[in-house]
């Protein structure tokens, strides 16, 4: 097993040469199941890496190339298998193959097709590098990976400005984390010698390093994770990136790209839990962000728009859960996401593929008639991403929330409840107001309107079972069944140095404060929606154009006014410097340094030349000033 | 005695050179020239250079500037013709002429030193004494000068040709 | 006899000739008629012809009138073909202005 293990990540590389090489001249069906079938192979191959490992009870190691070494600094291409890696593996091929074969039906008709999956499996190479890799070299590797095929991918279709725009501003964003996230791992470097997590985890434990490093490094770690997964303050690219194609969406920015962040917090969860200061301020990020997005995803009227505040907000909560101590709840929570969102995603995609591109719910409605199979897994998807019991999303939200009660105290509990309810809000305003109703189109929008193929709707239905019983891998304790907690136990199975790879952090509570906070959280979730169903699946209860807004309805439905705040400090300041550079550095200067000595030659021999005028009295004055100067040099 | 002939043919040589460059007609110019070079045979006497005395009278006086009254004549130029110069333009060719004199009187004044390197001789003018040196020392040049007319003269005579098919 | 043709010190005749020789180059400088040209020019070579004749009197070496020889030769020879090349030009442009005699410009 050892030596598969390279072939998970080289697989898709594999896929992306082939499709990027000679994807034009294949035709559309080899090219997309030469895409999708590598990433199936990888997780087929993911599978039986997990397997082993939960056989032996120890990580796979395995190195590939070693890269350099410079002084104490030895940089190699090594893997490391252990629990959270493994677990992370299966999410991201699996989801990932979902997706890559939703796209060969929704890209059907689109001419870069073969570009489309090279760029997806490229994407997969780079998070496979990420969460697999056994140093912070790897993790860079990777995460600049990933941050470039997002740049890619959203400007897919790279004829429109404004796409664009959007591509632009993801990968600056995203690397102005990455400046954090190396800052950290140079004081990492500086402080332990090393960057193999391995070797870093242990000189962790023996020596006594000052808390004060462990939290810049923790903190510097963290604004990386700020970047990627689209935290307060660098989140205004997250919905922006919404121009890129659903699947696009649903993969990198829902499922596996912006999880990065969470992934990397919960690797380095030594690190975190030395520093409380660090925790606390991933935890108030966190929830500022939740809070935040969730206001703001209340006013939004396009589909990919609601979904992905949702997302920002759903990643805050597991930032939240993050900064509680409680790593294993949060990758629950990323896994749970994984699916749902995924699937919302998906089914996003069904509903624009029949709206022939419409993306403004306003637009929409009675949809539930017309796209059957899309209607029931949206609905799935709503429910659980709301928390309605029984469903995945309830299960890791209330972990979550249990979390948040036990360490952090009622204050805190209470505003992630606060976010689970205006999640529940946008997510039920958006699936009442698509689907019911009256059909709000245009007549030939109505008259295309069809369900998805097959290629789409398989993906689909896989994800709304997993979204059903997603939940079911980390049962929390009061349900004494065999299988609770599994997924937590997993991820604390040994790891380097036979210590826990992420620790188990049991909530203190007694089982009657766990059953009445679940009941809690239960009813809130199906009160909204039913609340939600009854004002938004009437005909009458249309959101109006965000013109006509007022007061805190506006505010909302424009973001806060956070693009425009930032343009006005950020952007304009930068753009008039570098006009000025560019004017007077460059223009001013420079130019007229090296034009200026090009000029000043001409003038000279323009000067010059006009000694050579044809006039004979003036070569005869000419001759005896010389003969003058030579006598007077000669004999004074 | 000789000094004052000197100052006084030196004065009437400079006065008519003067005229000569002053002159607005050409015609003029040249009699004024001619009589500039008759001073300046009186000056070789004055020097006991008897031979060149009159060879200068013959060749310049004679012949060259008979040439010169020829050709004025043959372009029928006796008119005032010509276009003056702008005042400026004189300043600085008198300025010019002004500075070389300066400049070429001092040149020559810093290296006199008479060495008398010969047996002092008052006779050397005299044609027996240039005719020996001439004959001796200088027959390859003579020779060449001689050439030298006749290159002139083939050449003067190309040059004035007139063409034949114009 | 020395003493009588060397009684005008050898100063006075380096200023006359360099006086003569002064108002020739003004001459060439000053007037456009070509024809009053080559005359200062012959003026200016009469000049240096004077002043190498005195040295030959004063240093009694008859090299300096041989050279005076020579260069009436050359002057001779010059001023006929300078003459001819004159009246070439002036049959061409009707006219004997040195001015007009331009083409040789950038």
Known sequence: MQTLIPLIPFLPLIGFAVNGLFGPRMSKGVSGWIGSGSVLLSFVLSILAFMEVSATHSPIRSEVYHFMSVGNLHISFGFLVDALSSWMMLIVTGIGFLIHVYSIGYMHDDAGFSRFFAYLNLFIFSMLLLIMGDNFVMLFFGWEGVGLCSYLLIGFWFTNRDYNLAANKAFIMNRIGDLGLLLGMFLIFKTFGSLQYEEVFARLAESQVETGVITSICLLLFVGAIGKSAQIPLFTWLPDAMAGPTPVSALIHAATMVTAGIYLVARCNGLFSLSHEALQVVAVVGMATSVLAALIGLQQNDIKKVLAYSTVSQLGLMFVSLGMGAYASAMFHVTTHAFFKALLFLGAGSVIHAMGGEQDIRNMGGLRKHLPITFWVFLIGTFAISGVPLLSGFFSKDEILAHTFDHGGVIWWALASFSSLLTATYMGRLFFLTFFGSFRGTHEQAHHLHESPPSMTIPLVALAVLSVVGGLINLPHIFHTGSTQWLAHWLSGTGINHQPVVPLTEVHLSASSEWMLMGFASVVALVVLAFTYASYSKPSNVPVPDEQLKGAARVLAYKFYVDELYNALFVRPTEALSKTLHYYVDVWAIDGVVDGVGRGFQTLGATFRRLQNGNIEYYLIGMVAGGIGLLLTYFL | ?166 | MLEIVRSVPIDYFVYLCTALFAIGVLGVLTRRNAIVVLMCVELMLNAVNLLLAAFSTYLSDAQGQIMVFFIMVVAAAEAAVGLGILVMIYRNTKSTDISLLDNLKW
């Not at chain 2, 460059?21 to 050409?26: D, E, G, Q, S």
């Not at chain 2, 006779?123 to 027959?139: A, R």
């Not at chain 2, 005579?157 to 034949?164: F, H, I, M, S, T």
């Open chain 2, 1 to 166: 005695m000789t000094l004052t002939i000197f100052l006084v043919l030196g004065v009437i040589s400079l006065l008519t050179a003067l005229l000569m460059v002053l002159a607005r007609n050409p015609v003029h110019s040249v009699l004024y020239l001619i009589l500039t070079f008759f001073v300046i045979a009186a000056l070789y006497i004055l020097l006991n250079a008897q031979f060149l005395a009159v060879v200068h009278l013959i060749v310049y006086a004679g012949a060259i500037m008979v040439l010169f009254l020829f050709v004025l004549m043959l372009l029928n130029l006796n008119k005032d013709t010509e276009p003056q110069k702008s005042v400026a333009w004189l300043w600085s060719a008198g300025a010019t002429a002004g500075m070389l004199l300066v400049v070429l009187t001092g040149a020559l004044r810093s290296g006199i030193q008479l060495a008398e390197g010969n047996p002092p001789n008052a006779q050397v003018g005299l044609v027996e004494n240039l005719g020996m040196v001439l004959f001796t020392d200088y027959v390859v040049p003579f020779e060449i000068a001689g050439i030298l007319f006749l290159a002139a003269m083939v050449g003067a005579v190309l040059v004035g040709k007139r063409d034949l098919k114009s």
